[in-house]
């Protein structure tokens, strides 16, 4: 009402504006008191009121929900987890207000299906409860995190290849299983990486395996542990093929068809062995490079269980004329 010239303004600096109540809305009604003039010309006016209405919103208070989490478990290849309460605390709240967190709908999830320690997990369906929950808003959870332990598994079916003896303990796995994991993950046994022995290094069949240092491989491997990094299996050590040559001996003409060889092989180094056999010539008469029948052959000595030989042989010499 001043005149449009006039030095004229509100001194809001004591005035207050009171809603006509503290709960959230729309255009809720402000009661101001305490109006005051300022300016130039203020003495030149009176106001007819020292107080005034006009209306605003009261919007809900963001709260944050911390002191849910998840209970630990071990990996199953899901995401899923079950909701531990802890201490539900809610950070932004009005000391005094009757405001709590229900839970009974809430659901929790790890954010991938990995093991790992400490993992974040996403909390969901929390909502607010009490007298004074339709003045705030849950727009945040920061939940506790949990552990996915690895999940132990064991080996089955292990399998060691057979092999020809050669004079030593080793053994190569070849194939194995797994019980325990879970469908469609990608997990095997590392077979590079254990280490496979006889128990001694003689030929035999369905001889004990020892096995070592198994390891797992593949995409999943990081989400099992193996119960034991050992195992047992069985395979068969196999008679080493001895190969046999024989060197004729020369002579002179005797009469008869008898004669000597040298014999060489190619057996493990150090390994005991002898070889028995008969020797002679296919006829009696003196010429060069005459062909002589190795027959009777047989191996003895310690380490002859682990040889195989052929029974019989052959070579050649020449007998001289004889000079009389």
């Given at each position: 009402g001043?005149l449009?010239?006039d030095?004229?303004s509100?001194?809001?600096?004591?005035?207050?504006?009171?809603f006509?109540?503290?709960l959230?809305?729309?255009?809720?009604?402000?009661?101001?008191?305490?109006l005051?003039?300022?300016?130039?010309?203020a003495g030149n006016y009176?106001?007819a009121?020292s107080?005034g209405q006009?209306?605003?919103?009261?919007s809900?208070?963001?709260?944050t929900?911390t002191g849910?989490g998840?209970?630990d478990r071990?990996?199953?290849?899901?995401?899923?987890a079950?909701?531990v309460a802890?201490?539900?605390?809610l950070?932004g709240?009005?000391?005094?207000?009757?405001?709590?967190?229900d839970?009974?709908?809430?659901?929790?999830r790890?954010?991938d299906?990995?093991?790992?320690?400490?993992k974040?997990?996403?909390?969901?369906?929390a909502?607010?409860a009490g007298?004074?929950a339709g003045?705030?808003e849950?727009?945040q959870?920061?939940?506790a995190?949990?552990t996915?332990?690895?999940?132990?598994?064991?080996?089955?079916a292990?399998?060691?290849d057979d092999?020809v003896?050669d004079?030593?303990?080793?053994?190569t796995l070849?194939g194995?299983?797994?019980?325990g994991?879970i469908a469609?993950?990608?997990?095997?046994?590392?077979?590079?990486?254990?280490?496979?022995?006889?128990?001694?290094?003689?030929?035999?069949?369905?001889k004990?395996?020892?096995?070592?240092?198994?390891?797992?491989?593949?995409a999943?491997a990081?989400?099992?542990?193996?119960?034991s990094?050992?195992?047992?299996?069985t395979a068969s050590?196999l008679a080493?093929p001895?190969q046999?040559q024989?060197l004729?001996?020369?002579?002179?003409?005797?009469g008869?068809t008898?004669?000597?060889?040298?014999?060489?092989?190619?057996?493990?180094?150090g390994d005991?062995?002898?070889?028995?056999?008969?020797a002679a010539f296919v006829?009696?008469h003196a010429?060069?490079?005459?062909?002589?029948?190795?027959?009777?052959?047989?191996?003895?000595g310690a380490?002859?269980?682990?040889?195989?030989?052929p029974?019989t042989g052959?070579?050649s010499a020449?007998?001289a004329?004889?000079?009389?």
């Amino acid at each position: 009402g001043g005149l449009g010239s006039d030095d004229l303004s509100f001194d809001l600096a004591g005035a207050q504006a009171v809603f006509a109540s503290k709960l959230v809305g729309i255009d809720n009604p402000v009661s101001i008191i305490g109006l005051k003039l300022a300016g130039a010309d203020a003495g030149n006016y009176a106001l007819a009121s020292s107080g005034g209405q006009t209306t605003a919103s009261i919007s809900p208070r963001p709260l944050t929900l911390t002191g849910v989490g998840a209970a630990d478990r071990v990996y199953d290849g899901s995401t899923s987890a079950t909701l531990v309460a802890g201490s539900p605390t809610l950070q932004g709240l009005i000391t005094g207000d009757a405001v709590s967190v229900d839970l009974s709908q809430a659901t929790a999830r790890f954010l991938d299906r990995h093991a790992g320690v400490a993992k974040p997990v996403s909390v969901s369906g929390a909502t607010l409860a009490g007298g004074d929950a339709g003045n705030y808003e849950l727009t945040q959870t920061v939940p506790a995190g949990a552990t996915i332990s690895p999940r132990t598994i064991s080996t089955a079916a292990l399998v060691v290849d057979d092999r020809v003896y050669d004079g030593s303990t080793r053994a190569t796995l070849s194939g194995g299983s797994l019980q325990g994991t879970i469908a469609g993950d990608t997990v095997a046994l590392d077979l590079a990486a254990g280490e496979a022995r006889f128990a001694d290094r003689n030929v035999g069949t369905g001889k004990p395996v020892s096995l070592t240092g198994l390891k797992l491989t593949g995409a999943d491997a990081g989400n099992y542990a193996l119960a034991s990094p050992s195992g047992q299996a069985t395979a068969s050590i196999l008679a080493r093929p001895l190969q046999l040559q024989f060197l004729g001996l020369d002579k002179v003409y005797d009469g008869s068809t008898a004669a000597q060889v040298d014999p060489t092989d190619d057996r493990v180094p150090g390994d005991q062995l002898t070889i028995d056999y008969t020797a002679a010539f296919v006829d009696r008469h003196a010429g060069a490079a005459r062909p002589i029948r190795v027959d009777a052959i047989a191996l003895r000595g310690a380490d002859a269980a682990n040889y195989s030989a052929p029974s019989t042989g052959s070579a050649s010499a020449t007998i001289a004329v004889r000079t009389t």
